[in-house]
């Protein structure tokens, strides 16, 4: 109490305990009193310390404390220091460190077990050389009626299992909403849209989600049912008219002239609305039938490198280079797209199949009717899309209604609309498609500086 009362003079021995003063005699004293001993904690503890200290870093996360804390050492360092002793005696081999992780990446992690057996048989259907388009699976998941300056159109959005984006088939066929039985061809419908989806779906169900047939409104409201068998098909009638669309937003919303893709996707609507001749062999009293097919419209924007290397393309070619060569120095490609989904979407849609109608293709590109037919896609005829400005710039013969075009009144489905893309972009654009990436264009139509 003596050495308390001295350093804490003004301290009432009333306020003090026995127990405290004992506690401060013990920690003030120069040696220790008691008779147990107690290891020291720092060692144990630089590491923790060090790690706290390294974590308030910018350049580490909280994922690399899944990792061991030394790089190099190995997962036990119990006796470390003992082996260290025994063999000072003995020549060292300096071995090359190296980081050990005991956390796998997260997608391997997250991967289920597979078991030796089904890993093999799998590498063993990987090498059997299966098309690319067999394992794709597509599936309608809603259809609806969109009114167009070229006429109705049914626009049905398709999910797959390839990847996440929504697809579309813009499908031409107004003979949809005649009742009349005796039609020549059969309808353009989604067999994945009109199949039964679940035990208990009710017929607003269907319809909701555009599985009707007819002209849908408050009094007609007719569920369409699975059809089980294939319909004829007449030889003497055409094949429905087919393009694959690429998404391009500059072009079809912004309305650049860059390229002709705006163009492109109202002159195919039209193409496809127009009516058909019918040969005179065919059993019907009309000379004429409505235009049908469908424009496959892929998510794939800037030939596949996306919107943000597209603008960057862009800037390139404002230096000087042209779209080909834009696209190698941004490390992509000429052309990246793939066509697999879109004759997943045909075949769902009864059309390019070997049991169902071939198609009539709408495009310039060889490369692309060649990548069709390889995955399975039965293609009669090439029609090509020849530019509404290299048309009438060269062509005294217009077609039937393009005397509206040329006075650039013309409605259409794009910010283009029904008028024709014009501009030395354009013909820059175009002339490189034909030399350097094969487009079957006669480029004497483009005339002027294009041509030489």
């Known amino acids: 109490m003596a050495l308390t009362e001295s350093f804490y003079p003004n301290i009432s021995s009333p306020l003090l305990a026995d127990s405290d003063a004992a506690l401060l005699d013990v920690l003030t004293s120069p040696r220790w009193q008691g008779g147990q001993k107690f290891s020291r ?13 390294a974590s308030a870093g910018t350049q580490t996360t909280r994922n690399h404390y899944h990792h061991d804390f030394f ?24 071995k090359r460190m190296s980081y050990v992780s005991r956390q796998g ?20 259907i990987s090498l059997a050389g299966l098309s690319p388009s067999s394992s794709i699976e597509v599936k309608c998941m809603a259809r609806t009626r969109i009114p167009t300056p070229h006429g109705p159109v049914f626009l049905h959005l398709y999910h797959n ?28 419908r989604s067999r994945s849209l009109d199949a039964v989806w679940s035990n208990d779906e009710t017929d607003m169900d269907r319809i909701v989600r555009g599985a009707y047939v007819g002209k849908l409104s408050a009094t007609s409201q007719r569920p369409s049912r699975p059809s089980s ?47 058909i001749s019918l040969p005179d062999n065919a059993s019907s009293n009309s000379r ?8 496959i419209y892929l998510k794939q924007e800037g030939r596949g490198i996306g919107l943000l290397s597209k603008i960057r393309a862009y800037n ?44 009539r293709l709408l495009t310039n590109n060889p490369d692309k009717v060649q990548a069709l037919e390889k995955e399975g896609l039965r293609v009669v005829e090439r029609v090509p899309m020849v530019p509404r400005s290299w048309r009438h710039r060269s062509n005294s013969q217009a ?51 294009a041509a030489s």
């Open 41 to 53: 904690r720092d060692a144990a503890l630089d590491p923790l310390l060090l790690a706290v200290a």
């Open 71 to 94: 790089p190099g050492a190995p997962a036990e360092s119990t006796g470390r220091g003992k082996r260290a002793v025994e063999d000072t005696n003995k020549p060292q081999e300096r």
């Open 105 to 124: 990446p997260r997608r391997l992690r997250l991967q289920p077990a597979v078991s030796p057996q089904l890993a093999a048989a799998s590498e063993v």
């Open 161 to 188: 299992n390839r990847d996440n984006k929504e697809h579309l088939a813009i499908v031409v066929d107004p003979a949809q909403y005649s009742d009349d039985s005796s039609v020549l061809v059969p309808s353009i």
């Open 229 to 275: 068998h294939q319909p004829s098909i007449t030889t003497s009638i055409p094949s429905p008219l087919v393009r694959i669309h690429s998404e391009c937003f500059t072009g079809e919303t912004v309305g650049s002239m860059r390229c002709d893709c705006g163009e492109q996707l109202d002159e195919a609507i039209r193409l496809i609305s127009q009516p």
């Open 288 to 295: 004429t039938m409505p235009g049908r097919g469908a424009v």
């Open 316 to 359: 390139l070619q404002d230096l000087g280079h042209d779209t080909v060569t834009a696209n190698l120095m941004l490390g992509h490609r000429a052309d990246e797209r793939g066509y697999e989904i879109a004759v997943a979407i045909l075949r769902d849609l009864g059309l390019g199949s070997e049991l169902g109608e071939g198609v």
């Open 399 to 449: 077609a039937a209604g393009d005397a509206e075009l040329d006075a650039g009144k013309a409605a259409g489905v794009t910010m283009i609309g029904g008028e024709a893309v014009r501009g030395e972009d354009l013909d820059k654009y175009l002339r490189t498609k034909i030399l350097r990436m094969g487009h079957m264009l006669p480029l004497y139509l483009a005339g002027g500086q």
